[in-house]
C-alpha cells in the first residue's frame, strides 16, 4: 500500500451540508473559522422512508470556508438506497473529523459507502481508503464524488489513494470480476491489500435481516485475515410501530444486536476476541444535521487469539 501522512490531525471544523434540491450536486463546506449563524436559517426537511429524517441547517455566513461538492440523491427506493447520504454517515463523518487520530496514517476500508461521503473524510487523515459497494450506479456516483474531491481546490488537506470498489456482502471475500465496469473488479491486489487494513467503517448499514448477516459476515472474513481489525459503525434505529408488540421498535437494530452479541460471546466460531463498546456521540458536531437519542456509534475490536503451544 502507497503510505500517505498527515503530520497535522487536527479537526476541520464545521461541515454545512445545504440541499440545492433532487439529484443535484450538494455543497458541504468545511469551515476553519467560527461561523456566523443568523437566527432564521433555513431548514430544509428530507422525506426517507416516508418520514422526517435529516433536518438541514443552512447558516446564512460563513468565513474562510473550504468547499467540496457531494453529488447524491435527496430521495431513494429501496433499490438505490445507496445513493443518499443518511444521518448514519453524517455521524461516522463528524466522529472521522472529531477523533482523526483514530485513523491518523492507518488503511481504512469503508463497507456500504453509498455517495463516499465517509470515504473522502476518511482520505484526509488515512493513509489508505477502500470506497466499498456494490452496483455499477452507486459505485460511479462515489467514483465521480471521489474524483471532485481531489480536484477540489479549496479542501484544507490533501486526500491519500482512494481506490473505488464493488465488495459484495453475498459473495466470498475473494476476487470478483461480477458488474460491468472493469474499474470497480475486486482484484487479488486489492484482496490483499483489504486483508492488510487497519480500520473498518461503515454507516446505516443496519435495516434489513439478510443484509445484516452478510455484511457481518464480511466484517468476520476480513478480521480472519488482518492481524488485528477496529471497526467503527455508525447507525440510526429505525422505528416502526407494531400490533403484536403495541409499541414502538427496532426490529432491524434488536436482530442486530442479537448477531453481534452472539459473535462477541462466542456462540459464533471465530478466530478472535472480540469487544464492543458503545462510544459516546457528544463528539464536536461539524455536519449540521438534527443528531438525535436514536443515532449509536458502535467501536468492535477483533484481536487474534494467541493459542498455546504446548
Known amino acids: 500500500m502507497t503510505s500517505h501522512r498527515i503530520d497535522d490531525c487536527s479537526g476541520v471544523g464545521r461541515l454545512i451540508v445545504s440541499h440545492e434540491g433532487y439529484d443535484q450536486e450538494c455543497d458541504i463546506s468545511l469551515a476553519s473559522t467560527e461561523i456566523e449563524e443568523d437566527p432564521e436559517v433555513d431548514r430544509l426537511m428530507t422525506s426517507q422512508d416516508g418520514g422526517k429524517d435529516l433536518d438541514v441547517e443552512r447558516p446564512v455566513k460563513a468565513q474562510e470556508d473550504f468547499f467540496i461538492t457531494i453529488k447524491h440523491r435527496l430521495a431513494t427506493t429501496l433499490k438505490n438506497v445507496g445513493e443518499q447520504i443518511w444521518n448514519g454517515s453524517l455521524l461516522l463523518s463528524d466522529f472521522l473529523c472529531a477523533k482523526s487520530a483514530d485513523i491518523c496514517g492507518r488503511h481504512v476500508v469503508e463497507l456500504g459507502a453509498g455517495a463516499g461521503l ?29 474524483s471532485s474531491a481531489f480536484t477540489c481546490p479549496t479542501l484544507p488537506r490533501p486526500l491519500c489513494p482512494v481506490r473505488v470498489r464493488q465488495l459484495d456482502w453475498f459473495s466470498d471475500f475473494a476476487e470478483s470480476t461480477s458488474g460491468n465496469d472493469p474499474a470497480f473488479h475486486l482484484s487479488e491486489d486489492d484482496v490483499t491489500n483489504i486483508s492488510n487494513i487497519d480500520v473498518l467503517i461503515a454507516a446505516d448499514v443496519v435495516y434489513d435481516f439478510d443484509l445484516t448477516d452478510a455484511f457481518l459476515n464480511t466484517v468476520l472474513a476480513i478480521s480472519e485475515r488482518t492481524p488485528n481489525l477496529v471497526a467503527y459503525i455508525a447507525l440510526e434505529k429505525r422505528i416502526v410501530f407494531t400490533i403484536s408488540d403495541l409499541q414502538e421498535v427496532s426490529p432491524a437494530y434488536n436482530y442486530f444486536r442479537l448477531q453481534l452479541d452472539d459473535i462477541i460471546s462466542g456462540s459464533r466460531p471465530s478466530c478472535c ?20 437519542h436514536l443515532m449509536e456509534l458502535l467501536k468492535i475490536t477483533f484481536s487474534r487469539k494467541i493459542t498455546d503451544v504446548h
Do not use: H, K, W
Open 273 to 292: 476476541d472480540v469487544t464492543l463498546e458503545q462510544l459516546p456521540v457528544d463528539f464536536p458536531q461539524c455536519f449540521l444535521y438534527q443528531r438525535t
Open 118 to 146: 465517509s470515504s473522502i473524510v476518511a482520505a484526509m487523515y488515512a493513509a489508505s481508503v477502500y470506497c466499498t459497494d456494490v452496483g455499477d450506479n452507486v459505485l460511479q456516483l462515489a467514483r465521480e464524488n471521489v
